[in-house]
Structures are given as structure tokens and as C-alpha cells.
């Protein structure tokens, strides 16, 4: 009898946060998802693999190392899914940094840091993965997750809270929006593919020192809505867990 492939996803950033509330909700209401869950330290992406085993026993979950910042670790990561699964139906580009000030002074090497993971990393993994993406049966998904920050119609309200902070990271955002807004526009006529923005919002996690106002299960929702999209699904669409948010 032949067997069902099951829909494989990858997932940057996967080890804590935002990116393990991703997979943990993925795994307990999709069955079938079978879902690499990447990272750039060994250690901790199998702990956080052996952890979501423990929640869900029958739960799909492998660790992949990947390091953005290098193309070797992407090229071997690339190399690993192609060599052992030769397709992959749903990319979540969700690993990000913020650097190291919110408030400067931002040198040149900060904004190198920041780009070189947020933008560039992420621009050289999804490029690289396009091939793998094409082979896919099933809706092909691909998911970046941005923030509101990279909204320059929201940054440009002074009476928002972040308008002066994280420039750098800001800037970064709104660089991978326009990545995200170039791919889906590459395949807009092709209804197969659902290419789309997700903004968790302002979360609780690691990320932000613990100081969100929001919990990072909620902080996907809307990402794992997006990564499960059909053929009917919107494409080209930048969002939160309430609705479409400016450019």
C-alpha cells in the first residue's frame, strides 16, 4: 500500500519562544506535519526536540542545526532535506536578533549583525530552499515572521510607544518585508503557493528580556494559521492574530 507523505515543515529559531509555541501547537493539531525544528546550537535544539516529546509522545519532531550567519550551515541543511525527504511543503522563517541596543549608539558592526541573520541569512535559506518548496504536492507556505516595527506607516505615528527605539532591528524588519513582498509576488500567479508576513506582537519571551504584553502561545497563532493556509488561503498579506496591519 502506498504511503502518505507527510507534510514537512521547516522552522527556523525553534529552540525557545515564539518558535517553540510554533511547533507545539503544530504537532497537537496536525497529526501528519513531520516538523524540522532548526537552530544554531546542537544542545539546545535537541533538548527542545526531547521536551515536545515529552508533551506529545507521538509528536514528529526532528533537530536540524542551522546557522544562519553561515552559508556552509545552510548549504548543509539544504543539502540534509533534499538528501533525505527531497521536498519541503512549508518553510516558517521565524530565527531573528534584535542586537544589542534598542536605543544606540548603533556602529556599523551592529548593523551588520543584525542584517547578516534577520536579512541576509534568511534572504540566502529561502532562496536556497525554493527548489525543495517547488517539489511539494501540497500548498507550498512559506511564512516570515516580521514585527510591526518594520511597519513604516506604524512607525511613522509618534504616538506609537517604539517609535525611536530599535532602529537597527526596525530597519531589519522592514528589509524583510520587502523579501517577503518580492517572493510573493514572483508567485502571485500561482495559487500553490501562500507566501505571507506574520507579526506575533510584542511577547513575553527571551527575546524581550520577558518584558511582552502578550504570551508567546499567542504570539503564534497567526503564524501557525498562515503555515497551514489551503489553496483558498491569502497570499502577499503582512498580519497579527487580529487582522491585516499596514506596511
Not at 525553534?14 to 518558535?19: H, K, R, T, Y
Not at 512549508?90 to 548603533?106: E, F, K, Q
Request: with cysteine.
Amino acid at each position: 500500500m502506498p504511503t502518505t507523505k507527510p507534510t514537512l515543515v521547516l522552522i527556523t529559531g525553534a529552540n525557545q519562544g515564539i518558535g517553540f509555541e510554533v511547533v507545539k501547537k503544530l504537532i497537537l493539531e496536525h497529526k501528519d506535519y513531520h516538523i524540522l525544528m532548526a537552530g544554531r546550537r546542537k544542545d539546545a535544539i535537541a533538548d527542545s526536540a526531547r521536551l515536545l516529546k515529552e508533551i506529545e509522545p507521538n509528536a514528529s519532531v526532528e533537530p536540524l542545526v542551522l546557522d544562519l550567519t553561515s552559508d556552509e550551515s545552510i548549504a548543509a541543511a539544504v543539502q540534509y532535506i533534499n538528501e533525505t525527504y527531497g521536498y519541503l511543503d512549508v518553510l516558517i522563517n521565524n530565527a531573528g536578533i534584535g542586537g544589542n541596543s534598542a536605543r544606540g549608539p548603533w556602529p556599523r558592526t551592529e548593523w551588520q549583525e543584525v542584517f547578516n541573520t534577520n536579512v541576509f541569512g534568511t534572504s540566502v535559506l529561502t532562496d536556497s530552499l525554493i527548489p525543495l518548496l517547488a517539489k511539494s504536492d501540497k500548498t507550498k507556505r512559506v511564512v516570515f515572521v516580521t514585527s510591526e516595527l518594520g511597519s513604516i506607516e506604524w512607525k511613522s505615528k509618534p504616538s506609537n510607544e517604539f517609535v525611536l527605539p530599535y532602529k537597527v532591528y526596525a530597519a531589519s524588519k522592514a528589509a524583510l518585508n520587502m523579501l517577503a513582498v518580492n517572493l510573493a509576488m514572483q508567485y502571485s500567479q500561482d495559487s500553490t503557493w501562500k507566501i505571507n508576513l506574520a507579526c506575533p506582537g510584542h511577547c513575553a519571551t527571551r527575546f524581550t528580556d520577558y518584558a511582552g504584553t502578550d504570551t508567546a502561545a499567542n504570539g503564534a497563532l497567526n503564524i501557525c494559521r498562515l503555515a497551514t493556509l489551503e489553496a483558498d488561503g491569502e497570499t502577499g498579506t503582512m498580519s497579527n492574530r487580529f487582522g491585516t496591519i499596514p506596511w
